[in-house]
């Protein structure tokens, strides 16, 4: 996507960069009502795929992730960019960090309960369990993409060889209980966004239906998950202040974060993921959250 020269007049005012991928080139809907909050409100607004060699980021007040989701093959090319990217949001150490799940590791040693994670890394064999549901993903991903579940015993020639299949390639397994409350309640989402004084503060949450039906298929169609709108419980609202309170320092403060919590064998609140890179974020489950988020970048402007 070819952009406009830009004066300097015209960088000074308040132009925004929402950064997609080819495979979204004109965002995914989802970001719709974002684009539009923002642009009803005289600010300029551009949809740029975060490879594209024309475009001009130094051109933009500010520069949003919002659906990149082609970075996984090119992750050490997507980190360079977002060094490079003056202005960008999340700022690319925080995307250094979150692109790569073993930061569950990290907000586990700060007492953050998460799901229960086993790693294999490149070299290392994995000697299945004998029975039970489990999630086989790699340590980076996006949109479930190389994710599968199996049950064991049945599959576990394929849980192991999908493991193997990862770590053959170079990257790291990772290895999770299936646990049963997706299935039943399902995952609650939580969504943060600054305040007027710049705190992440939450804004609403979403319910995120079953979308793991078997073993791996390369790729999950991110429409076929059901999303509708929910209410968390106190204990999860005060779990995802754990995992806020975890996240390492950054260059910027953030401007969004998603908490994905399922409640755990005892019904307390498992963190399954941290999103702090490209989150979808719900915006039809909650018609003012747009707004909310509107209001963060005119603040950040």
């Not at 406009?4 to 989802?30: G, I, K, M, N």
């Not at 000697?127 to 049945?154: C, F, H, M, N």
């Not at 320092?249 to 702090?276: F, K, M």
């Amino acid at each position: 996507m070819s952009q406009p020269h830009l004066t300097q007049a015209t960088r000074e005012s308040s132009r925004v960069a929402l950064v997609t991928c080819d495979l979204f080139p004109d965002l995914w809907d989802d970001d719709f009502p974002l684009r539009d909050e923002l642009r009803s409100r005289n600010l300029a607004v551009d949809v740029v795929s975060w490879d594209d060699p024309a475009a001009d980021w130094d051109a933009y007040a500010l520069s949003v992730l919002r659906s990149p989701w082609d970075y996984v093959p090119r992750r050490d090319d997507f980190l360079a960019w977002a060094r490079r990217v003056p202005r960008l949001l999340n700022p690319a150490g925080i995307l250094a960090w979150n692109t790569d799940k073993a930061y569950l590791r990290d907000l586990e040693a700060a007492g953050v309960p998460i799901t229960p994670t086993t790693y294999v890394s490149p070299g290392e064999t994995w000697t299945p369990p004998t029975d039970g549901e489990w999630v086989v993903k790699p340590t980076i991903s996006a949109g479930s993409q190389d994710t599968g579940r199996y049950s064991l015993p049945p599959q576990r020639d394929r849980a192991a060889a999908h493991v193997a299949r990862l770590t053959t390639a170079g990257r790291t397994a990772m290895i999770q209980p299936y646990l049963k409350a997706v299935d039943t309640d399902g995952e609650t989402a939580l969504l943060f966004f600054p305040d007027a004084t710049g705190r992440l503060t939450f804004s609403h949450a979403a319910r995120k239906g079953p979308i793991l039906t078997g073993p791996d298929q390369g790729w999950i169609d991110p429409g076929s998950e059901e999303i509708s709108a929910r209410t968390p419980s106190p204990a999860e609202l005060t779990t995802a202040e754990q995992v806020l309170a975890a996240i390492p320092p950054s260059s910027a403060p953030l401007l969004y974060a998603r908490v994905d919590l399922i409640p755990g064998p005892d019904g307390l609140p498992l963190l399954l993921e941290l999103e702090l890179t490209e989150p979808s974020l719900f915006f039809g489950t909650a018609p003012e959250a747009a707004a909310r988020l509107a209001d963060a970048i005119q603040n950040r402007l």
